[in-house]
C-alpha cells in the first residue's frame, strides 16, 4: 500500500463548548464513518483541529503543507492569524500572519537544507517568499514588465510550484489566466499558455505543481478547474497532454509518492451556491481514479473516467485542498464552509 495517500480530512465539527453554531454545522452519519475505495480508504476524524473561534478565528482554509519535522502549516484568509500551525494530533503549536486579506496559495520547498513557504494573495496581487514563521524575506510584484500585463489588477496569483533548479512558477488562476515563470531571485523569465478554450488554454488556472514522478523528466501540472481537467506542461511553458476528469472542479494537484490527489470544490451537478459540495481524488501513476473519498466509486468505460459526483453531503463543504502525512493521512482545508477548520480523514 502505497503511504503516499492517506490522508484524514477534517470534517467533523462537534457542538462543544466554545465552538460557533456555525462550525458545528457539519453532520456525520456514526453509522458509517468510512471514505474512498480500494486500498486508497479513510476514516473521518471527528473534531480534529477543532478551536475557540474567539481566540483562533478562520474564514476561508485555503491550502495546507506539512514540514520536514511533521507540522502541518494551513494557510488562509483571516487577518487575525492567516496561518495556523497544527500537529498531526490537532494541537495547534502557534500562529502568524495579519496581512494576507487573500490569503490563498500555500507552497512549501527546500533551498540549502532550509524550508520556506511560497504565499499568493491575488487580493494584494502579489506572491511572497517566506520563512516558516511568516517573516517575508521576497516579494513578486505584478509582472508588468511582460506584454500579457497592462496593469497590476489583471494580475491575481493563486498558486506557485518550485522547479528543481529553484525558478518558481506562478499560476495567475484568478487573473489572466497566464503561467508565470521567475528565476529563484525573482527575474521574470517567461509568460506561458493563457485563457480561452484549447487544450493549451485555460478557464481558472487554479492549481499547479511539479510532477517529478519521473525524476529524469520532471514537468508541470496545471490545474483547468472551470475545465474539469488537469493539462501536462513541460517546465519550458510546452503542452504536453490532458487528463480528463468529468463532473471535477479540481484544486490543486498534490504528488504523493507515485501517486496525485486533490481536492474537488464542486461536483458538476452541484453549484457554488451550494452549502454541500465535492470530495477528494486520488490518481495512480498512469493517471487513473482510483478513489473518491466523499465521491461515488469511480466508473470506466472504455477507458474514460465517467462523470464523478459527491456522495456523502454531511462531510464535505468546498474542500479546496489537501495535504499527505507520511502515514498517508489526509488533510482537506475547505473553502466557505461556514468558518470551519480542516478535515481529517485517517487512513484504514
Known sequence: MDPLINRRTFVGVGIASGISLAASARVFRDDDQILGHGEHRFRVVKDWGV?????????????????????LIMFGNHTKNNAIIYNKDGKVMGTWGTAFPGGHGCSIADENGEEFLFLTDPD??????????????????????AEQYSDAGRYKPTETAIAPNGDIFVADGYG???LVRYSSTGELLGVYA?????EDRFNNMHGVAVDSRD?????????????NKFKRFSLDGDYI???????AWVCRPVIVGKNLACAVIIS???SWKSDRSGFVLILDEN???????????????????????QARPDVFMHPHDVCIDRDGNLYVPQWNSAQTYPVKLERV
Request: glycine letters at 10%; charged letters at 25%; aromatic letters at 4%.
Open 124 to 145: 494584494r496581487h502579489q506572491v511572497f517568499k517566506t520563512t516558516l514563521d511568516g517573516k517575508v524575506v521576497m516579494t513578486l510584484d505584478p509582472p508588468l514588465d
Open 51 to 71: 478551536q475557540d473561534p474567539a481566540k483562533i478565528p478562520v474564514k476561508d482554509c485555503h491550502e495546507m503543507v506539512m514540514t520536514r519535522d511533521g507540522r
Open 215 to 227: 525524476a529524469a523528466n520532471p514537468t508541470l501540472l496545471l490545474t483547468a478547474r472551470a475545465q
Open 287 to 309: 493517471n487513473k481514479v482510483v478513489s473518491c473519498p466523499g465521491g461515488h466509486e469511480p466508473k470506466y468505460v472504455d477507458g474514460q473516467v465517467q462523470a464523478m459526483s
Open 268 to 270: 458538476g451537478h452541484q
Open 241 to 247: 497532454e490532458t487528463i480528463d476528469l468529468p463532473g
Open 194 to 198: 493563457g485563457p480561452g478554450g484549447d
Open 176 to 178: 489572466s489566466q497566464y
